[in-house]
Nanobody
Framework: QVQLVESGGGLVQAGDSLRLSCAAS????????MGWFRQAPGKEREFVAA????????NNADSVKGRFTISRDNAKNTVYLQMNVLKPEDTAVYYC?????????????????WGQGTQVTVSS
């Protein structure tokens, strides 16, 4: 199995940028479709972005299109989430997840492995 560790969260102001990283160990990251999800207090976990195993195809939630970019470096076993023009409503715990299946999906139940999450707080 693969172990995932997120980093890069923090407290920022509205309009700022952050880059989250998710480091994988145990198995090559290239085996997995990777996704980013987030969960705000009192809300369900929601899809943010996903990237295919090769990195060629991506999918973003409408709420982050034009602001967030998912990427991966399989040689470094790391997936990234570049977050620009952050808004207070982006405040949440952000999780990366790995899916062994071949196609990108936005459904949390399709993902097999999850990190522990990293907190992102955006102040107004």
């Amino acid at each position: 199995q693969v172990q995932l560790v997120e980093s890069g969260g923090g407290l920022v102001q509205a309009g700022d940028s952050l880059r989250l990283s998710c480091a994988a160990s145990g198995r090559p990251l290239s085996m997995y479709v990777m996704g980013w999800f987030r969960q705000a207090p009192g809300k369900e976990r929601e899809f943010v972005a996903a990237i295919s195993k090769s990195g060629i195809n991506t999918n973003n939630a409408d709420s982050v299109k034009g602001r967030f970019t998912i990427s991966r470096d399989n040689a470094k076993n790391t997936v990234y989430l570049q977050m620009n023009v952050l808004k207070p409503e982006d405040t949440a715990v952000y999780y990366c997840a790995a899916d062994i299946n071949p196609r990108i999906t936005s459904l949390p139940r399709e993902y097999d492995y999850w990190g522990q999450g990293t907190q992102v707080t955006v102040s107004s």
